[in-house]
């Protein structure tokens, strides 16, 4: 039989091996989440404390996303990866140890899941730059809703799973298994054989990759917009998901099983909506699932409290599934066709930190709200905030604008420099003078505003553009890098989309000669002498 096209990615050995141990990953997460939340309501019966589990969970994504991104950027990402699975390993052991003694306190039970959280926050942007890597740009949508549905997979088993070993064992069995299947997922990563780059260039610093990720984004409209939508969806969807213990003890014979369950639910809802996907997306864009995502969200998170049944809150929590992913897939696959692969891993630590942003804050929020009123009450305000956040919103497209080819370049190499220059030494400066047609001046500033932010985006410090006071047609661009081997690096960084573009500002050019470029390097006065002042 054919394999459905949702889930042909898998046919890849490369991307197989790597899905099942993000699976694992993600099932240590998940545990980790259900037994730390139940066991929290166990220590202390303060909402506040309780919504701060997933605050401790999700901050250290919102701390870290930005250097977590220039480390998958700079270093191994093979023996990176396997890192945080390592890392959340010895973590696991350490609670099961903690709570076995009886010695696990509610602050100490927060302080480990912030802990836990680092791990997390360190393995996804390397995951999330790795994918398209390994699968063609054509499965790219397919790819990652697998990887939706191994978050969503690990949402039904690693609560069932934890649930029954804290009903019949105790919370401690659940951080024994997830130190066995981090260490599992270390050892499939491990097996992975990734393709190192053959750039002559040195490795990129650590504070500068940070800088280039930042500027990046800064410059990039599309980007900018998927940040601010996935940040306000994600306060909007963790009013019931921080809340949902309390929501589950509240339902009439509420207890463990009903938290595990209507976890399950949630996750599986997902993982039918991900099967669909490519039936659903010849129907409907990216913005019609994000609005009707979000709509239907808030409408069944209030369904949930306000009818505390569990035969209504079971296909409730289904549908909320289904619409989480939605939004959540759509922004996603949005933000990785706004990124090249140079700055992947920084592009998508951003977006992670947008995401465990909003999601921090909004547990913060309406665990806050909660003790305030009541558990109902936090719910409800969760939902009328997300379709108030979606009417803001709703002017910033996500489709409408074609998408930017990064599909890398071939460029011709720098001349020989006709002065020894070092690597480090700068800043570097370059100016390109072009002869303009006076009368077609306002069309060469639109061309020469998105040079701008491609120059910023490819890292440069600064850009200038001016025109020549004494000769009318004649315009200058400037651009400065941080040094020699920077720029260098920001002409490795050259796309189909810059080539496009140079054109464009070649057509404008009425020189019998092409543009004039030259680069000019920083002169140090250390040695200047007489010559200066004395």
């Not at 800043?427 to 072009?434: C, K, S």
């Amino acid at each position: 039989m054919p394999t459905p096209t949702a889930l042909i990615p898998l046919q890849g050995p490369v991307f197989r091996g790597l899905w099942l141990a993000w699976l694992a990953a993600n099932m240590t997460m998940w545990m980790n989440d259900v037994a730390a939340a139940w066991l929290m309501t166990s220590l202390t019966s303060s909402p506040v404390m309780v919504a701060l589990v997933q605050t401790a969970s999700t901050l250290p994504v919102f701390l870290l996303g930005i250097p977590s991104g220039a480390l998958a950027d700079t270093l191994d990402r093979r023996r990176y990866f396997a890192g945080t699975q390592l890392w959340v390993s010895v973590n696991a052991l350490l609670l099961a140890a903690l709570s076995l003694l009886g010695v696990l306190t509610a602050p100490l039970l927060l302080g480990l899941t912030f802990v836990n959280g680092v791990g997390l926050a360190m393995r996804w942007p390397v995951f999330a730059a790795i994918v398209p890597q390994i699968v063609p740009r054509e499965e790219l949508h397919a790819a990652l809703a697998l990887n939706g549905i191994a978050m969503n997979l690990s949402r039904v088993i690693g609560p069932i799973a934890a649930g029954a070993l804290i009903s019949l064992v105790s919370p401690a069995a659940v951080f024994v298994l997830n130190a066995v299947l981090a260490g599992v997922a270390m050892v499939l990563i491990l097996r992975w054989r990734s393709v190192r780059s053959t750039s002559p260039l040195p490795g990129e610093r650590f504070v500068g990759a940070m800088r280039a990720g930042i500027a990046f984004t800064l410059q990039s409209p599309r980007l900018k917009t998927l940040l601010l939508r996935i940040f306000l969806f994600f306060i909007q969807a963790s009013g019931l998901v921080a809340l949902l213990p309390l929501v589950a003890r509240q339902m009439h014979g509420g207890g463990p099983a009903t938290f595990t369950v209507m976890m399950s639910c949630l996750g599986g809802g997902a993982i039918v909506a991900a099967l669909y996907f490519p039936r659903w997306r010849s129907r409907f864009n990216r913005d019609q699932f994000v609005l009707w995502g979000t709509v239907v969200h808030a409408a069944f998170s209030a369904l949930v409290v306000l009818v505390p049944e569990i035969w209504v809150a079971l296909p409730a929590m289904t549908i909320l599934g289904m619409a989480w992913i939605s939004v959540a897939n759509s922004l996603t696959v949005a933000a990785q066709t706004a990124l090249p692969n140079w700055v992947r891993a920084r592009g998508m630590s951003i977006y992670q930190t947008a995401l465990m942003g909003g999601s921090a804050f909004g547990a913060l929020l309406w665990g806050q709200v909660a003790s305030w009123t009541d558990i109902r009450t936090a719910v409800l305000g969760a939902a009328l905030f997300g379709l108030l956040a979606l009417s803001i919103t709703r002017r910033f497209k996500l489709e409408g604008d074609a998408e930017i080819d990064f599909t890398p370049a071939p460029v011709r190499s720098l001349p020989q420099p006709a002065v020894p220059i070092g690597p480090d030494e700068g800043p570097v400066m370059v100016t390109l003078e072009y002869l303009i047609d006076p009368t077609r001046a306002d069309a060469f500033a639109a061309v020469m505003q998105r040079t701008r932010q491609a120059r910023l985006r490819q890292g440069a410090l600064s850009w200038g553009f001016f025109r020549d006071a004494a000769q009318a047609n004649r315009y200058i661009e400037y651009f400065v890098d941080e040094n020699w081997v920077e720029h260098q690096r920001r002409l490795e960084r050259f796309t189909a989309a810059d080539d496009e573009l140079r054109l464009l500002r070649l057509a404008f050019h009425i020189g019998t000669e092409p543009p004039q470029l030259r680069r000019y390097i920083a002169h140090s006065m250390r040695h200047a002498g007489d010559g200066f002042g004395s």
